[in-house]
């Protein structure tokens, strides 16, 4: 069996599960941000009413609101944070991080476990071994909150195996983007992604969190990478529990037959990429727009504001300064990176170089306290989104590329290849 199905089955209280087949799961962890919070607890208590079997297992991380701008977000804040007081729930509140870094840098993830939330990059968890997947609010409300389980149908498992070493000027998340563009937008519906292969293999654990996160792109259920030593060191150092052990009696490694396809991937070849507007799928090599002129660079939300990507954005302006003209926001994916970044003397090099940093949150990710644009504008980001709208005027431009080609477009005042700066 796939790591997914061994998953399964452990929680099914079932020996063997195959795709296809219908389970219902013991549920370890339950990730609200603030509007699932906020939604899925007002269905419960006016519906279900019943106690939440597993408090400790609920965790609500406020990110998108992390500063409430007007009374009707701060009166969504205050009843949330009563909800998960009352119920004895787990709250992450301003100022924490995004939901995904800021439940993982706090141990709530080991691997194992079953992870569901209403958010669509909850599958970002497979990067710990868990199995990990978005439900919607009246799930958790109706069966996730009162009795801890859901009911899955068994996706099948494809293989994603990436060779090669990459070129100068490409980083991990140009490869997630040019596989978003690869398998394309609803190119594996309801599979289960694992990702493997010498250069997964080779990568730290936060710069494997950018594939997990590309499952929704490409319409999978989820996706994981079976854990190793790096994982395990994060999840020590974190002091995440796990289901490992319990996986002990199932079979550890997938056989070839095991997979519905695998697919090869040579990563050796691949320039710098961008999404650019309307959607994630839209990617094409940053050379292809070079040129057009930005008013924002953003390092933020689920890809994003990572300490990696502070640490490159610190590189390249400690070199080059920023052009006069950008605004260049810094969004800490979680508190223990800020402290993290600070310690580094990372914080000063960017402040000093006109970069403005903001609280660790999920930054302009909706625009709901920063990020919102005028018809017009464009903002190339770390973010996980480009859709029209989603930042202010439908007639601004959201485009999405790795740290280094937003760290060095905001050099430039324009979208650049980092191989035009380096």
């Known amino acids: 069996m796939t790591l997914v199905e061994r998953i399964l089955a452990r929680a ?155 070129q100068l000027g490409v980083t991990p998340r140009d490869i997630a983007l040019w596989l978003v563009g690869r398998i394309g937008e609803g190119g594996a519906i309801y599979k289960a992604l694992e990702f493997g292969g010498p250069f997964i293999d080779s990568l730290d654990v936060f710069d494997r969190w950018l594939f997990p996160l590309i499952t929704v792109d490409v319409g999978a259920k989820c996706a994981y990478m079976e854990p190793d030593e790096k994982i395990f060191a994060f999840v020590k150092k974190v002091g995440a529990a796990d289901r490992w052990r319990e996986l002990a009696q199932y079979p550890s490694v997938a056989r070839e037959r095991d997979y519905e396809d695998i697919w090869e991937f040579d990563v050796s070849r691949v320039e710098p990429q961008i999404a650019c507007p309307p959607t994630v799928g839209n990617v094409r090599p940053v050379a292809e727009v070079s040129g057009l002129p930005i008013q924002y660079a953003e390092l933020g939300g689920h890809c994003g504001g990572r300490l990696e990507d502070m640490r490159i954005a610190a590189q390249v302006l400690s070199q080059r300064p920023k052009h006069p003209d950008i605004l260049f926001n810094i969004v800490p994916s979680s508190r223990q990176v800020m402290t993290d970044a600070i310690s580094e003397g990372l914080v000063e090099v960017l402040h000093n170089a006109g970069a403005t940093l903001f609280p660790p949150s999920t930054g302009s990710n909706q625009a709901h306290n920063m990020g919102a644009m005028a018809a017009g504008e464009r903002m190339l980001s770390t973010q996980s989104r480009n859709f029209p709208g989603r930042n202010g005027s439908v007639q601004a431009e959201m485009y999405l590329a790795s740290a280094l080609t937003v760290a060095a477009s905001a050099t430039a005042g324009r979208i650049v290849s980092p191989k035009e700066v380096l």
Not at 111 to 123: E, K, N
């Open 12 to 166: 099914s209280g079932r020996k063997k599960v195959e795709p296809g087949e219908i389970v219902v799961a013991d549920v370890d962890r339950l990730v609200m941000h603030d509007f699932s919070t906020y939604l899925t607890s007002r269905v419960f208590e006016e519906r279900v009413k019943l106690p939440v079997a597993n408090p400790k297992g609920v965790i609500a991380v406020f990110d998108h609101t992390f500063s409430p701008a007007n009374e009707h977000d701060a009166e969504v804040l205050k009843f949330n944070r009563e909800w998960v007081r009352r119920h004895k729930a787990i709250l992450l509140d301003c100022g924490s991080g995004n939901i995904h870094c800021a439940t993982a840098w706090n141990g709530f993830i080991g691997p194992g476990m079953v992870v569901v939330g209403s958010d669509s990059h909850t599958p970002a968890y497979g990067t710990m071994g868990a199995f990990a997947a978005a439900l919607g609010n009246d799930s958790h409300a109706g069966t996730v909150l009162p009795y801890s389980k859901a009911w899955f149908r068994v996706p099948s498992t494809i293989r994603l195996e990436l060779l090669g070493e990459l």
